[in-house]
């Protein structure tokens, strides 16, 4: 069984989260990213401050999720994460980066038993994140976008569709048709996956009808598909 997370953050302007860690600004490239993580090593070398180290937890999340699925890389996010998850236990987006970087450490074992505990290990503490804070979007975006990439067996797909709702509700159309367009389009994936095809081609319809440059595109390429 292969798993593969992909961590989505998203930096929202509103004022629906306060955690220090949804202050915290992600570069947009892999090159800025690294670098900016070098940096912040470096000062945390210096100075073990609780804002740089909640930095270096956010940031190799990102890193580990999207630019490198080295077990070295994975293996930093989760320690900057955990050291971070203790001094910060209420910040709940915090612990729900800390879960779906700790189901990233399924895809390195071979037994499936191995690779089942990482993935409950990481899903338990997103659903705790989840239950404690409900409406905090980057909460629900985290644990939406890792129950899509896991297997369907694992009956997650579910949690997909309840959390992009209720993103879908919070923010409505606050953000922008892009930001719309891409919690619909993943909401007809988070269908596709339950074999739901009727409500799978309503949101990917909604997206193409969104006119957002690069979700209006894929929703038409997939309802082609479907």
């Known amino acids: 069984m292969k798993i593969k997370i992909l961590i989505l953050l998203i930096i929202l302007i509103s004022t629906v989260v306060i955690n220090l860690s949804a202050q915290i600004q992600i570069p947009d490239s892999a090159e800025e990213r690294a670098t900016l993580a070098i940096e912040l090593e470096q000062k945390w070398q210096q100075n073990q401050d609780n804002q740089t180290l ?9 890193i580990a999720g999207l ?3 080295e077990k070295e890389t994975v293996q930093r996010a989760e320690k900057y994460l955990s050291k971070a998850c203790k001094i910060f236990p209420k910040d709940y987006e915090l612990m729900a980066s800390h879960g779906s970087v700790l189901t990233m450490f399924a895809k390195f074992e071979t037994k499936t038993g191995k690779q089942l505990k990482y993935v409950k290990l990481g899903t338990r503490k997103m659903d705790r994140a989840a239950k404690k804070d409900p409406h905090n979007i980057g909460v629900l975006i985290q644990r939406a976008n890792n129950s899509l990439q896991l297997p369907a067996f694992l009956n997650r797909a579910h949690y997909a569709q309840k959390d992009f709702k209720t993103v879908l509700e919070i923010v409505g159309g606050k953000n922008g048709p892009g930001f719309k367009a891409m919690v619909l389009y993943h909401l007809g994936e988070a269908y596709k996956i339950t074999e739901n095809e009727e409500e799978t081609k309503k949101y990917w319809q909604q997206v193409v009808q969104l006119n957002a440059p690069r979700w209006s595109a894929k929703a038409k390429k997939a309802l082609e598909d479907l």
């Open 54 to 62: 909640v930095r270096l937890a956010i940031l190799y999340s990102a």
């Open 67 to 69: 630019d490198s699925e």
